[in-house]
């Protein structure tokens, strides 16, 4: 009796697994980055990013002057100075190629932060549409292109002309 209890038992976990098993995961695929690029809202960003920007490189293109013409200038006279002013010329020269490096650092990583923090909304908006059209194509998971190499791909499960229509994009 105990046996045919775990028999049963057995059987109906099996049953059960199999039917999980069998439950349809519907995946989708989409690329995020041209869904983003092809939106009117980007060459907006874009301009405003390089607005931005130009600020920066407006400071790097006067410092990196200063510092050619400070570098010209000790080149020129270096074999008359003495060797405590050529070491003085030479340590100010490291202290500003040292400050125009760090500038151009921290300009990229402000200009970067900019960019992210404009495009944030485009992404949002991008990832709404595509979860409805997911949701209404009942699709379990939706992978992005842009950020992984798909092998096989059929041309029906990609949603990126579904979500354009959703977000207004011809």
Not at 10 to 29: D, I, M, P, R, S
Not at 108 to 136: C, G, H, I, W, Y
Request: glycine share 4%; aromatic share 6%; net charge positive.
């Amino acid at each position: 009796m105990k046996r045919s209890l775990k028999i049963a038992f057995l059987l109906a976990v099996t049953v059960f697994a199999g039917n999980v098993a069998k439950a349809q995961v519907k995946l989708g695929y989409v690329n995020i980055s041209q869904l983003v690029q092809s939106m009117p809202e980007t060459k907006t960003i874009q301009d405003q990013v390089n607005t931005y920007s130009k600020q920066f490189l407006d400071q790097l293109t006067t410092m990196n002057n200063e510092l050619q013409a400070k570098a010209k200038d000790y080149e020129s006279h270096k074999a008359t100075m003495s060797d405590a002013a050529r070491a003085a010329a030479e340590t100010e020269l490291g202290d500003m190629q040292k400050r125009l490096q760090d500038y151009s650092n921290t300009s990229q990583q402000k200009v970067e932060e900019k960019s992210n923090e404009l495009a944030k909304p485009l992404f949002d908006k991008v990832r709404a549409a595509v979860t409805v059209v997911a949701k209404e194509k009942g699709y379990t998971y939706v992978i992005n292109t842009a950020q992984t190499d798909l092998v096989v791909s059929p041309p029906g499960d990609d949603l990126t002309a579904e979500a354009k229509a959703k977000l207004g994009i011809k």
